[in-house]
């Protein structure tokens, strides 16, 4: 993943101007794991959240269940203030 040219377009679209100061290059191995920007759409859907904006009507626990539904997943949970 080629981080930095992202932290530099935030920086840009916030008109934020910072020298950034990079120390050390962060080294990791694919052994241990996977880049985000590598991971298939199972293990996305699987070690996600999803930020919903949930219209006035459904309940918080019918739009989790279908979520549910949707992403054929075992579990979903909801937290903090859903209902408007």
Known sequence: MDFYPFIYKIDEYC??????????EAQTSENIGFF???RDITLLI?????NIDK???PT???VAFWIKQMFKVNKVGHGGTLEP
């Open 55 to 57: 219209p006035a009507g």
């Open 15 to 24: 008109k934020y101007k910072n020298n950034w100061n990079i120390r050390k």
């Open 46 to 50: 699987k070690n996600s959240i999803i």
């Open 60 to 62: 918080s626990h019918e």
């Open 36 to 38: 985000p920007d590598k």
